[in-house]
C-alpha cells in the first residue's frame, strides 16, 4: 500500500509511471532495508541476510550519491520523504 502511494507521488512528478527512476530504486531499497533490519533484530546470527543488507545499503549509497550530484534539490526532497538522513546546516 505504501508503495503504491509512493509510484502515485512520483508518477504525478513526472507524469508517467518511472519504475526506473532513481527514487522509485530508492525507494525499493529503503523498504527491503527497513524489512532485512527489522528480520536481523530476530534472527541476529542470520550471516546471508547480514551479507544482503550490506549489498543493498551499497547501492542504495551509490544511487543517493549519484542523485546528489546531479541534483541536489530531489536528493534533499527524497531524504526528506523517506525519512532516510538528517541533513547538517553547512
Do not use: P
Request: a positive charge; aromatic letters at 8%; zero cysteines.
Amino acid at each position: 500500500m505504501f508503495k503504491n502511494a509512493f509510484i502515485s507521488v512520483i508518477s504525478q512528478k513526472e507524469n508517467e509511471e518511472n519504475k526506473g527512476s532513481v527514487e522509485f530504486q530508492v525507494f525499493t531499497f529503503t523498504t527491503k532495508i527497513r524489512r532485512l533490519t527489522s528480520h536481523l533484530e530476530l534472527h541476529k546470527k542470520d550471516s546471508s541476510s547480514q551479507r544482503g543488507l550490506r549489498k543493498i545499503l551499497g547501492k542504495r549509497q551509490r544511487l543517493l550519491a549519484y542523485l546528489a550530484k546531479k541534483n541536489r534539490a530531489r536528493y534533499k526532497e527524497l531524504i526528506d520523504e523517506l525519512g532516510i538522513r538528517e541533513i547538517k546546516n553547512r
